[in-house]
């Protein structure tokens, strides 16, 4: 999709993110989004690092990416952080997945048109 991605990432002071997508756009210079993998353990750990995160002006997005009953725990601890304001997306891990099945799928069947020679 045109990011270059990377995993365990510092982004700001004290926050080093599971993942982020960054590119550089002509005169906007580079954009991050931050996402956040909660499978277990301390939510104001993730609340926390996001929050570190946001200190980054170059980051445009963050998202916590999890299960809906994570996404329901998460929300109700944000609730009246006034950090946020709504930029924190919450985006379910099954659709992840359902996203990168169909992103494979796309580029496999790009791939056997043979239109790009093999290696590069």
């Known amino acids: 999709m045109g990011f ?12 080093i993110v599971d993942t982020v997508w960054e590119v550089t756009i002509g005169n906007m210079g580079r954009v991050i989004y931050v996402f956040e993998v909660q499978t277990s353990g301390s939510i104001d750990s993730l609340i926390l690092n996001l929050m570190k995160a946001k200190n980054n002006k170059a980051v ?5 990416v999890t299960n809906q009953h994570q ?3 998460i929300k109700k ?5 006034n950090q ?14 359902k996203v990168h099945e169909s992103l494979q799928y796309v ?3 790009i ?6 020679p093999f290696g590069l």
């Open 4 to 15: 270059n991605a990377e995993t365990e990432k510092k982004v700001a002071v004290g926050a």
């Open 60 to 64: 445009q997005g963050i998202v916590a």
């Open 71 to 73: 996404i329901e725990r």
């Open 77 to 81: 601890e944000i609730n009246d952080l």
């Open 84 to 97: 946020f304001n709504g930029e924190l997306k919450f985006w379910d891990y099954q659709e992840v997945l």
């Open 107 to 109: 580029n496999e069947s």
């Open 111 to 116: 791939n056997n048109l043979g239109l790009v």
